[in-house]
């Protein structure tokens, strides 16, 4: 399997790696400079050349998997019979740095309603490096022409189409994915939102809508659903940047995405 192959199976299976690289090369070495390794929990894909080099950097990767290191790092060695080694000796006369680069599980987002405001935020989102879930019962707003607009994702878009029970999808999603809920439908939404707070394993839960809608929910959800205040203040409602008044599509889905960046920030701090 190719290192690009090794990352990507990674990424497919939400796995946390390191991608390990041979930066520079001074005299003799096993590997040339550009030389790679991808290193996972358990198994590694390819080769700088074995050895102590490698067997040192694979240690080192799976510390930094350990602690999720997000920063990448830098490690220098010396082959000569001379330098005392974790993993044996390398006497092949050169020196060889290595650089260690973490690639995280991305993060997550499914947008559940994909009309005005839903597509302009997958607009904005699909620029990002995240696995992207579009969700919604409608099919003609799933149509591979409406959403022509996201060729160029850098984020991986997945796309659902639930004519029946959109919340079924949330069971379905990745731990930790970031939930907007945004339908047409204010029953949709209201189901959806009963159904989220059962679902344990995600992130942040945001709804769109005005203060009076928030009110009739609340209600609802503590009466009907049995959820507790607390429970229920997993939901964050108006979401967006408070500031930020305009009612056209555009300037709503800058707004939202603005506060769910902040929200990846406040998780990383």
């Known amino acids: 399997m190719t290192w690009v192959a090794a990352v990507a199976r990674l990424r497919a299976h939400r796995e946390s ?53 997000s920063e990448p790092e830098l490690i220098e060695f010396a082959l000569n019979d001379k330098v005392t080694n974790q993993h044996g000796v390398q006497c092949c006369g050169g020196t060889v740095s290595v650089l260690l680069e973490p690639l995280p599980v991305v993060r997550a987002v499914a947008i559940f309603g994909v009309g005005h405001v839903g597509l302009e935020l997958a607009r904005i989102l699909a620029r990002q490096d995240l696995d992207l879930h579009l969700i919604d019962t409608r099919a003609a707003v799933l149509t591979d ?29 990745p731990g930790g994915t970031h939930v907007l809920i945004m339908t047409h439908d204010h029953a949709e939404d ?54 930020i008044t305009g009612k056209s599509p555009a300037t709503i889905a800058v707004s939202v995405a603005a506060d769910l960046l902040r929200t990846f920030e406040t998780e990383t701090s």
């Open 17 to 69: 790696g390191v991608l390990v690289t041979v930066a520079t090369v001074r005299g003799h070495a096993p590997r040339e400079a550009g030389a790679k390794l991808v290193v996972g929990r358990i198994k590694t894909w390819g080769s700088i050349g074995g050895g102590n080099v490698e067997a040192v950097a694979i240690d080192r990767a799976r510390e930094m998997i350990a602690a999720s290191t």
């Open 145 to 173: 022409e409406r959403l022509g607009v996201l060729e160029d994702a850098v984020a991986q878009v997945h796309v659902h189409h639930t004519p029946l029970l959109p919340e079924e999808v949330l069971e379905e999603l």
């Open 190 to 243: 209201a189901a959806l939102c009963d159904a989220a707070l059962r679902t344990t394993h995600l992130g942040s839960i945001g709804l769109i809508g005005s203060a009076a809608k928030w009110t009739r929910f609340r209600k609802r959800l503590a009466t009907e659903g049995g959820h507790d205040a607390t429970t229920i203040d997993r939901i964050k409602t108006p979401i967006g940047l408070a500031d």
